[in-house]
């Protein structure tokens, strides 16, 4: 078992950034494939970036290529997202979750446990 807490999000206008960080406490962090996922209201969860056991593989979604970047420290069992030039779209809840599978999952359904969610807000 793995327990996932999100921080850093809130509001912010159009253009500017916000770093969320997600710590993870439980069975061996460094183990699990992490991810970042979001969902807007109205909207299906979507992964948005993910991130591989030891940190060399990274996936990002269209949307937010060149704009996020997500990185873990697994010696203190955190992951960050950072996200720059903020959109009005980009205002989600956003999850962090792990995974046990191998590789880097892309599936929703292959994650296995999650956060809570952090709530960003992007004014335009």
């Known amino acids: 078992q793995v327990q996932l807490v999100e921080s850093g999000g809130g509001l912010v206008q159009a253009g500017g950034s916000l770093r969320l960080s997600c710590v993870a406490s439980?069975?061996?962090?460094?183990?699990?494939?992490m991810g970042w996922f979001r969902q807007a209201p109205g909207k299906e969860r979507e992964l948005i970036a993910a991130i591989s056991w030891r940190g060399d593989n990274t996936y990002y979604v269209d949307s937010v290529k060149g704009r996020f970047t997500i990185s873990r420290d697994n010696a203190k069992s955190t992951i960050y997202l950072q996200m720059n030039s903020l959109k009005p779209e980009d205002t989600a809840v956003y999850y962090c979750a792990a995974s046990l599978r191998l590789g880097l999952p892309t599936v929703t359904r292959n994650y296995d446990y999650w956060g809570q969610g952090t709530q960003v807000t992007v004014s335009s």
């Open positions: 439980g069975r061996t962090f460094s183990v699990y494939a």
